[in-house]
């Protein structure tokens, strides 16, 4: 076994100029080259001792695996080691700034922890009977009434379990109540800029999807929307603040357009940080809109999850709101409604989305943060967002193309172009050069209406200085791609990995270790 099996060739930049292999082990100082699992260790090692197992009457009937199964064999000590070190290889929010736009990675306090780690949180069961379990059934009532109450909403389903689970609560609650009165419809209308989850949405829940063009100043076109109105559609699908980090002005005009025309208005409510506290969408004639608990309440989130994604519904589509629901009856005692057959109040329910009752860690951490901030604790957090955001914008848009800073304001995240930088730059070299600079890169090429879109979202937890040092990061980087430095076309130089064939490696992605030779098949690295 060699160390660089992977494919990785050490090599450095140093002043533009490139070494080749800088050490023998293919380590970086304290960064440690790490082979796949299956390429260390042997079946003769093992983390446990057992005892030989009892001769058995064998009951599988010649079904019996012929050949060993093929797991990696590995020592404790090196089971350990081979998870730290890659652990190393990665960055996560409590290693730096995580300027993703859309996403919100914000700081998770630890006091969220604290409390989701109370035993009798904990360590529910969720079969264990109502009786034994109405602190828990507490806290998901508490949250859902802060959710109803900071969106202005009139009912809430708190079982999603992500942002695109609650589009397709918020979407089957809509399908239900058009059915309800016998006016199936089959067009869900979403603007140019939304995230990929609303139309994939829609499709899964078997509408016809049509785009609705952008206005020159990136927000919907309400002119264009009102025009494709008509009674073939069920619901425009709208995210506000929108994908380019812009408030929706219109917002009233285009849910009141919608209703007249007999269908309904569904909400992308992941951008909810920006404005929390300051705008309940309530207000603003939304029907139904998810919560994203693992952005706007902190909760920890990257990697696939786990998330939470409760849906507020309004008065409209409150009697379709899938189960469970948790009540509180007029002596405080908490119930959840669980039976389709439930009372004439949940007749109406289309059916229910998870197993249990959603993510009890994720509601328990959410409660805490909103709790410890309080309401006007909420209402600062949008505006520090909205704040450290607009710093990002007016620091940066002298080097980096800003496409509607004409426009005013952001709201809580900052959207560049790759306009102005040098021939044959792009804003993957931007983001290359950003991972050198120790920076997870931000949101690139989306959302879609900007050419080379870079989407920076720095969120109310970051202080100045932190803000201060990766602008001069960013700047930095964007000179250098404006100015046609060549190094930058070979960054990143100081990650684990260099630049990998990032189509090869989606097209055709190798998730299975196959043995060749002894040795791993090189993965679609360069
Ligand atoms: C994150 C996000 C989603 C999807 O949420 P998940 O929890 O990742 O499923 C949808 N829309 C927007 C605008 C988002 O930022």
């Known amino acids: 076994m060699t160390i660089n099996q992977s494919g990785w060739k050490p090599e450095i930049a140093v002043s533009g100029a490139v070494l080749a292999s800088p050490t023998a082990t293919g380590n970086r100082a304290l960064m440690l080259e790490e082979p796949l699992i299956f390429e260390i260790g042997g079946m003769e090692r093992t983390g446990v001792d057992l005892a030989e197992a009892p001769a058995a009457p064998n009951r599988l009937g010649g079904m019996e695996r012929a050949t060993p199964i093929g797991l990696p064999g590995l020592s404790e000590q090196e089971t350990v080691r081979h998870y730290t070190r890659l652990s190393r290889q990665n960055y996560a929010i409590d290693l730096g700034l995580f300027p ?12 969220n922890e604290k409390v989701a780690r109370m035993p009798g949180f904990a360590d529910l069961h969720p079969l264990a009977p109502q009786s034994a379990v109405q602190g828990a059934l507490a806290v998901v009532h508490e949250l859902g009434e802060w959710l109803k109450t900071l969106t202005g909403m009139a009912a809430v389903a708190m079982s999603p379990k992500a942002g695109a689970h609650g589009e397709l609560c918020g979407l089957l609650a809509i399908r239900a109540a058009l059915e309800a009165r016998g006016d199936a419809r089959s067009v869900i209308l979403v603007p140019e800029s939304a995230h990929g989850t609303n139309p994939a949405t829609a499709a899964f829940c078997g509408y016809a999807v049509e785009d609705i063009p952008a206005t020159l100043e990136g ?25 380019c ?15 007249a025309a007999g269908a309904l208005v569904y909400c992308d409510g992941a951008n909810f940080n920006a404005i929390v506290g300051r705008v309940r969408p309530g207000d603003l004639g939304i029907d139904a809109m998810h919560i994203n608990l693992h952005k706007t309440f902190s909760t920890p989130h990257g990697g696939g999850g786990p998330g939470s994604g409760p849906v507020v519904l309004s ?3 409150a009697p379709f709101a899938p189960l469970p629901i948790v009540e509180k009856d007029a002596d405080g005692v908490f119930h959840l409604v669980e039976e389709e057959t439930a009372g004439a109040d949940h007749g109406q329910n ?7 009752h959603g993510q009890m860690g994720m509601f328990t951490r959410a409660l805490a943060y909103i709790l410890s901030h309080g309401a006007d604790g909420l209402r600062q957090v949008a505006e520090d967002a909205v704040l450290n955001a607009n710093y990002i914008l007016r620091s940066l848009e002298d080097v980096l193309d800003a496409p509607f800073g004409g426009t005013g304001p952001c709201m809580h995240e900052a959207l560049f172009s790759d306009k102005g930088l040098a021939e044959g730059f792009s804003t993957l070299d931007v983001a290359k050069g950003l991972i050198d600079e120790g920076y997870h890169p931000m949101t690139m090429y989306f959302p879609l209406v900007v050419h080379g879109a870079m989407l920076i979202e720095p969120t109310e937890t970051e202080s100045k200085a932190a803000l201060d040092q990766f602008i001069m990061a960013l700047r930095s980087v964007a000179e250098r791609a404006k100015a046609g430095d060549e190094a930058l076309k070979g960054a990143p130089w100081f990650a684990p990995r260099r630049r990998l064939d990032e ?13 060749v030779g002894g040795l791993a098949e090189p993965a679609a690295a360069e």
């Open 100 to 111: 993703l736009g859309s996403c919100t990675m914000k700081h998770n306090p630890r006091l």
């Open 219 to 243: 927000r919907v076109d309400l002119a264009a929307l009102e025009a494709r109105l008509g009674p073939d559609v069920a619901a425009v699908m709208i995210t506000n603040p929108n994908t």
């Open 245 to 259: 980090g812009l408030f929706e002005r219109d917002m009233k005009r285009i849910a009141d357009a919608v209703h």
């Open 315 to 317: 008065e409209a589509l």
């Open 350 to 356: 289309f059916g229910r989305m998870v197993a249990f």
């Open 503 to 515: 189509t090869l490696a989606a097209r055709k992605p190798k998730l299975v270790w196959e043995e």
